[in-house]
Nanobody, 125 residues
Framework: VQLQACGGGLVQTGGSLRLSCVAS????????MGWFRQGPGKEREFVAA????????IYADSVKGRFTISRDKTKNTVYLQMNGLGPEDTAVYYC???????????????????WGQGTQVTVSS
């Protein structure tokens, strides 16, 4: 399975971006697709995820109310709509997916065995 992420770029504080991640070569009907990010000098951190079967979503506290994860089942694609961006959101954003992820592990990088290549998001102040 391959994950292809795109949609990053340079945006001013307060702006918006929408990231996309297309899964090819497989589906995650009973799994999770989500987003992580890694800022300069920081560990990779969880951003948001969606359970494919139920549609249930979960967000990191730092992005709640600003970011929205959604999906297009027909295109096997997951999106991350990011509004109200600030410099603290500057990072490389990675999509991730896996089957068999349980709720308590959804925020852990080791729970995912499929990763996209990352897309850079830079927010200028």
């Amino acid at each position: 399975v391959q994950l292809q992420a795109c949609g990053g770029g340079l945006v001013q504080t307060g702006g918006s971006l929408r990231l996309s991640c297309v899964a090819s070569g497989g589906t995650f009907r009973n799994g999770v697709m989500g987003w992580f990010r890694q800022g300069p000098g920081k560990e990779r951190e969880f951003v948001a995820a969606e359970f494919r079967s139920s549609g249930r979503t979960i967000y990191a506290d730092s992005v709640k109310g600003r970011f929205t994860i959604s999906r297009d089942k027909t295109k096997n694609t997951v999106y991350l709509q990011m509004n109200g961006l600030g410099p603290e959101d500057t990072a490389v954003y990675y999509c991730a997916a896996s089957n068999g992820v349980i709720w308590s592990s959804v925020g852990l990088t080791e729970a995912y065995n499929n990763w996209g290549q990352g897309t850079q998001v830079t927010v200028s102040s």
